[in-house]
């Protein structure tokens, strides 16, 4: 019972945010399935997106999917999907090692390794090396995260194309946790204190019972000086990562000397359609454009709000179910409202936008289907979430 509450817990906000792999839009050249570990796990690959005319080495966005460390793929890709190719960047969308294959540091050594192949190719592929940005959220926001505060943090470093750098020019970090014992321990935020939670699985045991493991993972241990510039965005509605964990980066950043800009916004979730207006795609796009086409190097430490879109919000498919309440899962209506692409009642497994191990355990007949009475008989048996 509690593998099910957990693999609801991670999967809250993935599955509703997640989509299948977006049409690629027309002059866009897309390379898939790129190796970046030779020889390595199923999961050491990339997907590169590239401009059919790029003019001179273009500057690279590298988006790290999230999904609680355990699911979660490269497919989906934000940045394409928001048009950044079309506005002269090379973008890349990375897998990497997931919480069941292996315990940390596998995660943020797989994003290393990945930044360094790109650079190492990056005469190959138009890129310049000196302008990478990252981007990501929850546990992706963790990985960027700490992709950016960790660029001298040699252990980190492992394998193939040593000789290249895997420091980043600018992070984008959407609501990853970055101190595991702050975040555990927050009220409202206990369940990931258990020895099932994501955070447990990422490091191989329960976070107050790990604490020199917890604090290896940590964005908030490795800020230095020398660290890129961060735009930071948070929902202060966020039931599955306290606001917490950007207000202690941010004041680490700010403290250190490292540019930063945290934007709280109002009424937002855990993703969803509080970060889907103008404004934040602007902000980001501006953010990106600053520090990577630009190439500022102004610091600044800038706090800004705003409301989530009222209209939107009440539109969201997750209203009424938080991930650390005692309420279930995702509404049948949503799951068909999002996946059901014709229209039959039912869910295929092809049409099915979560990861593949969430779908075997819905489809209880084992048919290929998803339908009303199986999901809610796996709601009812999981029962609220801890």
């Not at 790290?64 to 090379?90: I, T």
Request: glycine content about 10%; charged content about 25%.
């Amino acid at each position: 019972m509690k593998h099910i509450a957990c693999v609801l817990l991670s999967l809250a906000a993935f599955s509703v945010t997640h989509a299948q792999q977006p049409r690629v839009p027309a002059g866009v050249k897309e390379l898939r399935d790129l190796t970046y570990v030779e020889g390595g796990h199923e999961r050491h690959k990339l997907d590169l997106y590239l401009p059919e005319k790029a003019e001179g080495p273009l500057p690279l966005i590298i988006w790290v999917h999230g999904g609680g460390w355990q699911n979660g793929s490269k497919d989906g890709c934000p940045p394409l999907r928001g048009g950044y190719v079309e506005q002269g960047y090379a973008v890349a969308s990375i897998n990497y090692r997931l919480s069941g294959h292996a315990v940390f540091p596998a995660q943020i050594e797989d994003c290393k390794a990945a930044i360094r192949w790109l650079r190492a190719h990056a005469r190959e592929y138009s890129l310049d090396p000196q302008r990478f940005g990252v981007w990501g959220s929850s546990a992706g926001g963790h990985l960027v995260a700490l992709i950016g505060t960790s660029g001298d943090v040699k252990e980190f470093d492992v394998g193939a194309n040593l000789d290249r750098s895997s420091r980043v020019q600018a992070v984008c970090d959407y609501y990853g946790p970055t101190d595991f014992t702050v975040f555990v321990t927050t009220p409202g935020y206990e369940s990931h204190a258990t020895d099932s939670s994501p955070e447990a699985n990422l490091i191989g045991g329960a976070v107050m019972k790990n604490k020199s493991k917890a604090a290896k993972v940590n964005t908030v241990s490795y800020v230095t000086k020398d660290d890129p510039p961060f735009l930071i965005m948070h929902g202060d509605k966020d039931p599955t990562v306290p606001i917490n964990q950007s207000q202690l980066l941010f004041e680490s950043l700010k403290k250190t000397g490292v540019s930063a800009h945290f934007h709280t916004i109002h009424g937002a979730g855990h993703g969803g359609p509080g970060f889907a207006g103008k404004n934040i795609d602007e902000m980001v796009s501006a953010f990106f454009n600053e520090r990577l086409k630009n190439r500022s190097e102004k610091i600044e430490a800038l706090t800004t709000d705003s409301t989530a879109d009222a209209a939107m919000m009440e539109r969201d498919p997750r209203k009424g179910m938080p991930p650390t309440g005692g309420r279930r899962g995702i509404p049948w209506d949503a799951v068909t409202g999002r996946d059901d692409k014709n229209k039959d009642g039912k869910v295929s497994q092809e049409e099915f936008s979560g990861p593949p191990q969430l779908f075997k355990l819905l489809d209880q007949n084992g048919d290929g289907l998803l339908e009303r009475a199986e999901h809610e008989a796996f709601l009812n048996r999981a029962g609220p979430r801890p």
